[in-house]
């Protein structure tokens, strides 16, 4: 048996070498290599099938020709200075910022050294002939609704809305804005949330708002959050004049809720789901309300009430989100 084995795995390997050096064996195992190449390839546009590669020539956008084609940033922040002159100091080299709002609702106005600050690194980082205008937007009542005000004389139609406590690297701003310019009346952001039905409740029109894990676990979304995330300034008028009062008095009244508010606004307006933008965050701040208890449960009851003050559900959910394909292998 052992001297039948041996002989039979002999002639396997000799013809295993015929094979190998004939014209038809050589065929064979360049069919087969090319099969598992083209089987790696499908395997891996399937993974990336939910996502839409964005490219672009920077030398060829003319979008710096005109500050109207570049980008407002508008930064709510609240007795965190330090972490204000980070966000500042970083943001104002991005090339496509046309200027700087910061909302300011603190019972003290902002301090002459504080400004004097702002100017320097403003003037520091306008290079090449651009000019960044810098504003305080000062208001006399403390509301989350403070950063969804009209901006008079807004040079830019493209406003990016930020905390002061998150970072994003300025090629990945300026390539959220060009996503953004394909979409303008989308919210563009990148921290995506979810509603969905509650099915313990029994009631078809009773939701659950989810986090960051159910977008993860789903793939899908239907909100981008405020703290980062371009629209069009148009929606500043219409939250402020348009939406529905109660809104707003629920977001002041439960100091919560405001980019949510935003998320249904643009959807009811649009009928159109937002768009989420692939990007690394970096958040230089302490944890904020998200990591307080019930910050789930809050956030549920804002869906409902602001469903009940639509009369329906606008939110629109999506599988799709935006990457850079030139920094991305695989997508």
Not at 12 to 24: D, E, G, N, S, W
Not at 170 to 184: D, G, I, K, L, N
Not at 191 to 200: A, E, G, M, N, T
Not at 250 to 260: F, L, Q, S
Request: charged share 20%; aromatic share 12%; net charge positive.
């Amino acid at each position: 048996m052992r001297g039948s084995w041996f002989n039979l795995n002999r002639r396997t390997v000799q013809r295993f070498k015929q094979l190998a050096i004939t014209p038809a064996g050589s065929l064979r195992i360049n069919l087969l290599l090319l099969c598992c190449v083209g089987f790696t390839l499908v395997l891996l546009a399937s993974l990336a099938s939910s996502s839409i590669g964005w490219s672009y020539d920077r030398a060829s956008d003319d979008r710096f020709s005109d500050s109207r084609k570049g980008y407002a940033i508008l930064i709510n922040t609240w007795k965190r200075n330090d972490l204000l002159k980070q966000s500042i100091a970083h943001y104002s080299k991005c090339q496509g910022l046309d200027s700087i709002h910061i909302v300011w609702s603190e019972p003290d106005p902002p301090s002459d050294s504080l400004k004097k600050y702002m100017n320097h690194v403003i003037t520091s980082n306008s290079i090449g002939g651009r000019t960044i205008e810098l504003k305080f937007d000062i208001n006399k009542e403390d509301s989350l609704n403070n950063r969804f005000k009209p901006i008079p004389d807004l040079r830019s139609d493209a406003v990016f809305s930020i905390d002061d406590d998150v970072i994003f690297r300025c090629s990945s701003v300026e390539f959220a804005f060009h996503v953004w310019r394909s979409a303008p009346d989308a919210m563009v952001g990148y921290v995506p949330r979810i509603h969905s039905l509650d099915q313990k409740s029994g009631s078809r029109d009773h939701y659950m708002y989810g986090g960051w894990w159910s977008v993860w676990w789903t793939g899908t979304y239907s909100m981008v959050l405020s703290k980062a995330a371009f629209f069009h300034k148009k929606y500043l008028s219409m939250y402020t004049n348009e939406m529905p009062a109660s809104i707003r008095e629920y977001v002041t009244r439960n100091r919560n809720c405001e980019d949510i508010a935003m998320s249904f606004l643009v959807a009811n307006a649009t009928d159109a789901p937002p768009i989420w933008i692939k990007g690394k965050i970096s958040e230089i701040g302490s944890t904020g309300i998200s990591s307080l208890g019930g910050h789930s449960e809050k956030r549920t009851r804002c869906v409902n009430r602001f469903v009940a003050e639509y009369g329906k559900m606008p939110l629109v959910s999506t599988t799709m989100k935006a990457v850079d394909s030139r920094y991305t292998w695989f997508w």
